[in-house]
């Protein structure tokens, strides 16, 4: 489809379901089709110029679709007389640092992060940080209307002098940056990564090896067919290669990007995944002593142990929601130092730009290690581990998955034995002996759910009266445990 063909198509409609919490995301093949993306590109022009923008900042990462959804963007934006710099295919986070380094606050994200290689997505900043909620539905009404005009006139809507287009290359400034952020101390660490054939493929290696690290490289070629597994380090299943390379190579640490790297996996020396909220322990003993009495924002989905380990830090711990630009949001607004999330999200603010950045998160841990005595296992065995399930996504229609999880918040307020139940992001019910957590993912057509006990008995039985509790309602599919 050449460049006339999609200046000149109008979508029968705009799908409502591409409109998520924190960005846009659907099918290509039937959701953000390139006509699709170019009324966005027209929409999102009017948006920057009623903001006061002239330019835009565009980057895409290495999905099969993102080249011909790029296309569709771009030539819209110019259509209606916005200028927009390109900086081609980069991790979210590049995108991210871009901004700060070019000056822009308009900007276009083009990733679906780690959903299969069928999703494609798009991050709209304009500001600090990346829109959401109630400004994302703005734009949904502004496409309507948009598209009914376009429809009543017959043609797409163009401004009479189009915009100029200039291509930039960030990544040598972005690695520069990164390796002047962190500097290593004197352990060498052997470090195995895995990339998932994502976007982070371009960069991880050049990364690591100017820290001073010897690189096991893991599907570190860019191939958005992701052949290997989904680059998803919160699915326990796409870990298992990371963790055979780490044992096999008696490598020091696992690291895994996803997608768009700007979440982050990581396995111990023995080969053991550890997760968000224990990685985040470990970031927190670094930086709460630095910040006594700091607020440290804390994710509905963390383990009890987080909650433990900050206040024994002399931190105070606030329970918030899921997201990443609900965090960077509440953290400007609390002027707060780090937070995180367990699907790998990390936010630094006391050394960084505040923003959700793989390769930095990456950085950091390595620094911790390289001035450990001990390896990153014997680190973590001081942090209490309590019985829990993986962050597991239960199969739930995308029209039912709010209802069912408001549902359980009030049938969970009214029963027996249940302590609270904190209702800031879905419902995380607290036992006597543990905690059970429902939320409706805001990407996927899922119910993210988890669970935690003292003991393994009170585990057990925590995860069955969620899981039919759960089960009780018609939309959601019968679904294990991911441990």
Same mark, same amino acid.
């Given at each position: 489809?050449?460049?006339?063909?999609?200046?000149?198509?109008?979508?029968?409609?705009?799908?409502?379901?591409?409109?998520?919490?924190?960005?846009?995301?659907?099918?290509?093949?039937?959701?953000?089709?390139?006509?699709?993306?170019?009324?966005?590109?027209?929409?999102?022009?009017?948006?920057?110029?009623?903001?006061?923008?002239?330019?835009?900042?565009?980057?895409?990462?290495?999905?099969?679709?993102?080249?011909?959804?790029?296309?569709?963007?771009?030539?819209?934006?110019?259509?209606?007389?916005?200028?927009?710099?390109?900086?081609?295919?980069?991790?979210?986070?590049?995108?991210?640092?871009?901004?700060?380094?070019?000056?822009?606050?308009?900007?276009?994200?083009?990733?679906?992060?780690?959903?299969?290689?069928?999703?494609?997505?798009?991050?709209?900043?304009?500001?600090?940080?990346?829109?959401?909620?109630?400004?994302?539905?703005?734009?949904?009404?502004?496409?309507?209307?948009?598209?009914?005009?376009?429809?009543?006139?017959?043609?797409?809507?163009?401004?009479?002098?189009?915009?100029?287009?200039?291509?930039?290359?960030?990544?040598?400034?972005?690695?520069?940056?990164?390796?002047?952020?962190?500097?290593?101390?004197?352990?060498?660490?052997?470090?195995?990564?895995?990339?998932?054939?994502?976007?982070?493929?371009?960069?991880?290696?050049?990364?690591?090896?100017?820290?001073?690290?010897?690189?096991?490289?893991?599907?570190?070629?860019?191939?958005? *067919?992701?052949? *290997?597994?989904?680059?998803?380090?919160?699915?326990?299943?796409?870990?298992?290669?990371?963790?055979?390379?780490?044992?096999?190579?008696?490598?020091?640490?696992?690291?895994?990007?996803?997608?768009?790297?700007?979440?982050?996996?990581?396995?111990?020396?023995?080969?053991?995944?550890?997760?968000?909220?224990?990685?985040?322990?470990?970031?927190?003993?670094?930086?709460?002593?630095?910040?006594?009495?700091?607020?440290?924002?804390?994710?509905?989905?963390?383990?009890?142990?987080?909650?433990?380990?900050?206040?024994?830090?002399?931190?105070?711990?606030?329970?918030?929601?899921?997201? *990443?630009?609900?965090?960077?949001?509440?953290?400007?607004?609390?002027?707060?130092?780090?937070?995180?999330?367990?699907?790998?999200?990390?936010?630094?603010?006391?050394?960084?730009?505040?923003?959700?950045?793989?390769?930095?998160?990456?950085?950091?841990?390595?620094?911790?290690?390289? *001035?450990?005595?001990?390896?990153?296992?014997?680190?973590?065995?001081?942090?209490?581990?309590?019985?829990?399930?993986?962050?597991?996504?239960?199969?739930?229609?995308?029209?039912?998955?709010?209802?069912?999880?408001?549902?359980?918040?009030?049938?969970?307020?009214?029963?027996?034995?249940?302590?609270?139940?904190?209702?800031?992001?879905?419902?995380?019910?607290?036992?006597?002996?543990?905690?059970?957590?429902?939320?409706?993912?805001?990407?996927?057509?899922?119910?993210?759910?988890?669970?935690?006990?003292?003991?393994?008995?009170?585990?057990?039985?925590?995860?069955?009266?969620?899981?039919?509790?759960?089960?009780?309602?018609?939309?959601?599919?019968?679904?294990?445990?991911?441990?």
């Amino acid at each position: 489809m050449g460049p006339e063909k999609r200046l000149l198509s109008l979508p029968p409609s705009v799908p409502a379901e591409i409109f998520r919490e924190y960005d846009l995301r659907g099918l290509t093949a039937s959701q953000l089709t390139p006509e699709v993306m170019g009324l966005l590109g027209r929409v999102l022009a009017r948006y920057y110029q009623d903001a006061g923008e002239k330019r835009v900042l565009v980057g895409r990462d290495n999905r099969l679709s993102s080249p011909d959804l790029r296309d569709a963007l771009v030539e819209n934006l110019l259509a209606n007389g916005m200028d927009v710099v390109d900086l081609g295919v980069v991790t979210t986070p590049l995108f991210y640092y871009a901004r700060v380094h070019l000056g822009l606050n308009a900007g276009l994200m083009i990733t679906a992060s780690h959903n299969p290689p069928q999703y494609n997505g798009l991050k709209v900043a304009l500001g600090f940080a990346t829109i959401y909620g109630e400004e994302i539905q703005r734009l949904r009404a502004l496409a309507d209307r948009l598209l009914r005009e376009e429809h009543a006139r017959g043609k797409p809507a163009t401004a009479t002098a189009p915009g100029k287009l200039e291509l930039v290359n960030e990544g040598n400034s972005y690695i520069n940056m990164l390796v002047e952020k962190i500097r290593l101390g004197p352990r060498r660490l052997k470090v195995a990564v895995d990339c998932g054939n994502g976007t982070a493929s371009l960069f991880a290696v050049e990364f690591l090896e100017r820290l001073g690290c010897q690189v096991i490289p893991l599907y570190c070629e860019p191939d958005g *067919h992701f052949p *290997h597994h989904e680059p998803d380090p919160t699915v326990s299943a796409n870990l298992r290669d990371l963790q055979q390379a780490v044992v096999e190579n008696g490598a020091d640490v696992g690291i895994g990007f996803d997608g768009d790297a700007d979440r982050i996996g990581v396995v111990d020396d023995h080969g053991q995944i550890v997760w968000g909220d224990e990685l985040m322990i470990l970031y927190w003993r670094e930086i709460l002593p630095r910040y006594p009495g700091a607020v440290a924002i804390t994710e509905v989905k963390c383990s009890q142990a987080l909650v433990e380990e900050i206040e024994r830090l002399g931190g105070k711990p606030l329970w918030y929601k899921t997201g *990443h630009s609900l965090i960077k949001a509440k953290m400007k607004e609390l002027g707060a130092v780090f937070t995180g999330e367990m699907s790998g999200h990390m936010f630094f603010a006391d050394e960084y730009y505040g923003f959700d950045d793989a390769f930095y998160a990456a950085g950091r841990l390595l620094r911790i290690l390289s *001035h450990a005595d001990e390896p990153l296992s014997k680190l973590r065995s001081a942090i209490p581990h309590y019985p829990s399930t993986a962050e597991t996504r239960v199969p739930c229609t995308e029209e039912g998955k709010f209802r069912v999880v408001a549902a359980l918040r009030e049938e969970f307020r009214r029963r027996d034995g249940v302590l609270e139940v904190i209702t800031v992001d879905g419902a995380r019910v607290v036992f006597p002996d543990g905690w059970g957590l429902v939320r409706a993912s805001n990407t996927q057509p899922v119910i993210v759910a988890r669970c935690e006990g003292r003991t393994p008995e009170a585990l057990a039985r925590i995860t069955q009266t969620m899981k039919e509790a759960l089960l009780r309602h018609p939309e959601v599919r019968e679904f294990e445990w991911a441990y």
